[in-house]
C-alpha cells in the first residue's frame, strides 16, 4: 500500500518535540571518527585498560552458569546485591549510613541519563525552572529541554558555582513569578567545565538551597577520578533530604552495560521507581549482575588508580601542549579530575564557526554553544584528554593552535572571521563522542 | 545537618505524578515467590531452556576479545548490525523491504516498553487521546497514563479488536472535541486477551485508520510464537506509513538484556532517536552485540521452535485443566500462542476481591482490572501458562477452581462475595512476575 495520506506527522506531534530537532553539525562530526582527525571532543572512557580477559571469564558464568536468573526480568527499583554495592561506592564520598544512605533509597538506572530523566519526569512541569552552572552537561539540558523546563545558568569560576550568583538567579526567578524546582549541578570535575566546587562553596550553596526549599540534584560521574588527594566529601553527604545524589558506572568501570543510580529522600525514591517501571519496565539483570560482581570480586579500586593514572597523564600532556602552543588571548581551566578542560577563545572568535574549518584541519572539539540553553558559549570550547594518547593529544593541540592562529589574523585582518558560518548549522551534544563517533550519542540538543 | 524542611516534596512533584501511585497488592505479589503459591500471574518466558553454555561462551568473546567495543559507548539509534538483524526478524511477518522496511529506520530501545515510551514522548500532550484494546497490555496502559493521556478501549472477541466498535469509538472522541493520537493494538496472542487478530479484520482496522488519519501502533511481542502455521503478516506489513512497530527480544531470546525495537517512518524515527537520546544517551552496546551475534551465529529459529513447543505444552496443559476443573460459568479464551488464557469468571465475583482469598490457596492471577485504564474488567483475570510446569499449571487450576467454586457459594448464599475486599487494595501491575516476584517489574498502574 503506497502513496497513503499518512506520510507527514508533523501535526501530530507532541508539543516538546518542537524544540528537539537533529542537528547538521552531526554530519561534521561523523568525519572525526577517521583515524586522521585527532578527536578532543569525545567523552569515551579508556575502557581498553580494563582487565578484558577477566571480564569475559566473568561474563562467561553470568550467561552459562547464572544465566536462568540475568537472562529473566527483575524489579523495577534495581536488583539489591548491586544496590548495596552501590552503597559502598557512595561511601567513598562520604555518603553513608550515617548520613542515612540506604541500599532501600537507591534506584538502579540505565547510566547517569535514566537518572537525570526520571527525576525530571517526577518533578518537572512544563514552564518550571530548572538553575544549571552555565556551561552545564549537555545531556542534561536535552532532558529539561524533553521535559519543556526552562534552564536557568548559574555562573561558575575556578572553585565551581558562585554562591552568590546563585542567590541572585533564585531571586530573579521568584521576582519573575516562577518557580524554581531544583538545581542541577556537576560539583566534582566538571563537564564541561572541569572546575571542582570547593568545600566551603558546597556548605554555602546548601544553605541558600535549604533557604529556598530547593531541592538539589548532585551529578557526580567523576567523583573516584580525581588526580589528587581523597575524594571531597559529597554535597549529599552533607545534606541527607535535600540532595538526590546520580552517578555511574561508566566511568569507574564502563559505559556499555549502561548502568547508573539516584539515591533519593524514600518518599521520592518510591516515586522515581514508578517513573521508571513507566518507562523501561526494569533495568538489564545481566548488567547488573556484571557491575555487582565486578565490583564484588575483582580489584575495581586499583583498576580506578589505574584509570587515573592514564587520565592524569592524558591531563597533563593537553596543559603542557596548551601552554607551548596557545597563541595569546586563550584562557583554560586546570582540572585536578575528570576529563575535561574548558578553553576560551581569544576575543572575537567563535567556537561553533570555527568547527568546519577545525575540522577541516583535522581536529575536534566541542562547540561551547552546546552547554548553554540559550546558545551562548560561542567564545568557549571543551576539550577532552579522556581517550587519546598524550602524543595525539599534543598533535590536536598544535593543529588547534594553529586554527586559532589563523582565525584571529584573518580576523585581525577582515574583521570577520575567517569564513561564513553555514547558515543553519546548529550544534547538538557530542559529548561521548570517542573512537566510533559516527555511531556515538548526540542528544538532540541545539 | 537533620530535621531539615525538605522532607516532603509533595507540593514539588510534577502533575504527571498524580495518578502514579505505587499499589498495596505489590505485598500481595511478593509472596507469589513463595515457593509453595503457583504462580499463573507472572510473563517471565522460560530462559532456562536456552543453550546457557553456548551463551556463556559467547558472552565471553563479547567482554573479552571484544570489550573495547562492547564495553564502550554506542550510538543513540542503535547498532547497525543488530538493526540489520532486527530486519531479518521483521521479514519472517512479512515486514521487508518490499514493504519499505530498512535497518536505517530501525530504534534499538530498552525492551519494549521504551519504544513504547518514546513513542509516547514523541506523539503524545497531556489530554490527548489513545485508543487501545479493552482489555490492553497494562505497561503500555501505564506509559499512556504518564503522558497523561486518556485511554478510549475498544472491545475485543475471539477475532481480536471489532473494527465497527473502533469506528465507532472514534466517532465518539470525535463528538467529544478530542484527538485520538493513535491506536495502541497487540494483533498476535493478545496480552492479556490471547486472542488474534484475524486477516480479514487487519485490512479493515487498518481501511480505517487510514480514513481517520490515524497511526498504529503495532505492539508485536509473540509473533513468532503462534501454535499452528506460519506467523500472519503484520499490520505493517500491509501499510507502509501508517503504522508503527514495536517489538522484543525478550521473547524470542531472553528479556534480562533489555532490548527491544522500534519501525517506524522515516520522519518519524529521527524524532525518536532524538527523545531516546534524552532519556538513556545510548543502548547497551553489550546487549545489542550479544543480541546480534546471537541472532547471526546461533540456531535462533530452532530455538524459538523449541520455546513454542515448551509453551503449546503448556497451553495444553492449561486448557484442559480449566476444562476439567472449572465451575459452570466460568468461561475463558483459547490462544493459539503466546503466554496468556483470559478468563472471565462466574457472574457476580470480582477478580481482584478474590485475590487474597487465592493467594491464601497457594495460587496468584493478575485480576483483569489491571488491564483497563478505568479500573473495570473485575469479571475477568488473567492466566499465564509460560513459566511453570505442566504439572504445576494442572495444581494452580484446581487451587483457582476451588477458590471460585467457593466464592459462588458464599455469594450464592449471602449474596455478597466471601469477605470484604481491603478496602483500599488496588490492582498494579504483575505482568513479568515469574519465579522471582518479589524482584519482579511492577509498573506503577491502579
Redesign the interface.
Known amino acids: 500500500?503506497?502513496g497513503?495520506?499518512?506520510?507527514?506527522?508533523?501535526d501530530?506531534?507532541?508539543?516538546?518535540?518542537r524544540g528537539?530537532?537533529?542537528s547538521e553539525i552531526r554530519a561534521l562530526f561523523a568525519v572525526t571518527a577517521r583515524p586522521e582527525v585527532v578527536s578532543l571532543a569525545g567523552g569515551?572512557?579508556f575502557?581498553?585498560a580494563?582487565p578484558?580477559?577477566a571480564?569475559?571469564?566473568?561474563?562467561?558464568?553470568?550467561?552459562?552458569?547464572q544465566?536462568?536468573?540475568?537472562?529473566?526480568?527483575?524489579?523495577?527499583q534495581g536488583?539489591l546485591a548491586l544496590r548495596e554495592r552501590i552503597c559502598e561506592v557512595m561511601a567513598l564520598s562520604g555518603i553513608d549510613a550515617s548520613t542515612g544512605a540506604s541500599p532501600d533509597d537507591v534506584v538502579v538506572t540505565?547510566?547517569g541519563?535514566?537518572a537525570l530523566?526520571l527525576v525530571s519526569?517526577?518533578?518537572?512541569?512544563p514552564g518550571?525552572v530548572v538553575l544549571a552552572e552555565g556551561p552545564s552537561y549537555v545531556?542534561a539540558l536535552?532532558?529539561f529541554?524533553?521535559a519543556q523546563a526552562d534552564v536557568v545558568h548559574v555562573p561558575i569560576d575556578d572553585d565551581g558555582l558562585i554562591p552568590a550568583a546563585l542567590a541572585e538567579a533564585l531571586e530573579t526567578v521568584a521576582r519573575a513569578g516562577k518557580r524554581a524546582?531544583f538545581l542541577y549541578t556537576v560539583p566534582n570535575y566538571h563537564n564541561p567545565g572541569g572546575v571542582t566546587l570547593s568545600s566551603e562553596r558546597r556548605d554555602e550553596i546548601?544553605a541558600i538551597a535549604?533557604r529556598a526549599?530547593l531541592?538539589v540534584i548532585e551529578d557526580d560521574p567523576y567523583g573516584l577520578l580525581g588526580f589528587s588527594g581523597e575524594p571531597m566529601p559529597a554535597l549529599r553527604a552533607?545534606?541527607?533530604?535535600?540532595v538526590l545524589y546520580v552517578s555511574t558506572f561508566?566511568k569507574t568501570f564502563?559505559?556499555?552495560?549502561?548502568v547508573g543510580w539516584v539515591l533519593a529522600?524514600h518518599?521520592?525514591r518510591?516515586?522515581l521507581?514508578?517513573?521508571s517501571?513507566?518507562?523501561?519496565?526494569?533495568?538489564?539483570?545481566?548488567?547488573q549482575t556484571?557491575i555487582a560482581t565486578y565490583f564484588a570480586t575483582m580489584p575495581w579500586k586499583e583498576q580506578v588508580k589505574t584509570f587515573r593514572q592514564i587520565y592524569q597523564e592524558r591531563r597533563d600532556a593537553l596543559l603542557s601542549a596548551l601552554t607551548e602552543q596557545m597563541p595569546a588571548g586563550t584562557r583554560w581551566t586546570r582540572p585536578d579530575g575528570g576529563f575535561y578542560v574548558w578553553l576560551t577563545l581569544p576575543d572575537g572568535l567563535h567556537s561553533k564557526e570555527m568547527l568546519p574549518r577545525a575540522i577541516a584541519a583535522r581536529v575536534a572539539y566541542v562547540p561551547g554553544t552546546g552547554f548553554y540553553a540559550d546558545g551562548t558559549g560561542g567564545s568557549h570550547l571543551r576539550l577532552s584528554y579522556c581517550f587519546p594518547t598524550p602524543e595525539r593529544i599534543r598533535e590536536g593541540v598544535r593543529r588547534l593552535a594553529g586554527v586559532i592562529e589563523k582565525e584571529t589574523l584573518v580576523r585581525a585582518e577582515f574583521g570577520t572571521a575567517a569564513a561564513p558560518a553555514p547558515s543553519r548549522v546548529t550544534w547538538t551534544?557530542a559529548t561521548?563522542l570517542?573512537?566510533?563517533a559516527?555511531?556515538?550519542?548526540?542528544?538532540?540538543l541545539e
Open positions: 500500500m503506497t497513503t495520506t499518512l506520510d507527514d506527522y508533523t501530530r506531534y507532541a508539543q516538546r518535540m528537539m530537532t537533529a569515551a572512557p575502557v581498553a580494563l578484558l580477559d571480564v569475559g571469564e566473568m561474563m562467561a558464568k553470568l550467561g552459562g552458569e544465566g536462568a536468573t540475568t537472562l529473566q526480568y527483575s524489579g523495577g536488583d540505565v547510566g541519563q535514566q530523566d519526569r517526577v518533578f518537572l512541569d518550571d545531556g536535552g532532558v529541554q524533553a524546582k546548601l535549604e526549599r531541592l552533607r545534606h541527607r533530604d535535600g561508566s564502563a559505559p556499555g552495560l549502561r529522600p518518599a521520592v518510591e516515586k521507581v514508578i517513573a517501571e513507566a518507562q523501561i519496565l526494569c533495568p538489564s539483570m545481566f548488567a556484571a551534544h561521548h570517542g573512537p566510533a559516527g555511531q556515538a550519542p548526540a542528544p538532540g
